[in-house]
């Protein structure tokens, strides 16, 4: 949970769901090289964090804090919305509904 000096641990990354109540799914990203090529790749992981009062949104770039357990796969706590995100709502028109208008 903490390291000696009694620091957490915290990660910075993207909110991919919200569909959950007062949780929400992080999507942190990190370059690593490859062992062979040493070009550098990309590994993703998913942690579930605490939202206590819902005010992470998809899509916004959050910081995440280790915490005690507080379920079976949830660990990490939201610490604050580093940026917002912008995302524009796209009402997609389809044939049948051209048709009727």
Wanted: aromatic share 4%.
């Amino acid at each position: 949970m903490a390291d000696k000096q009694g620091h957490k641990n915290r990660k910075v990354g993207v909110v991919v769901s919200t569909k959950a109540r007062k949780t929400i799914v992080v999507e942190v990203s990190r370059k690593v090289p490859h062992r062979l090529y040493r070009r550098y790749i990309t590994r993703k992981k998913k942690f579930m964090a605490h939202d206590e009062e819902g005010v992470a949104k998809k899509g916004d770039r959050v910081r995440i804090v280790e915490c005690r357990p507080l379920s079976k796969r949830k660990r990490w706590q939201l610490e604050e919305v580093v940026l917002k995100s912008m995302q524009v709502e796209i009402k997609v028109r389809r044939r049948r509904d051209r048709k009727a208008a």
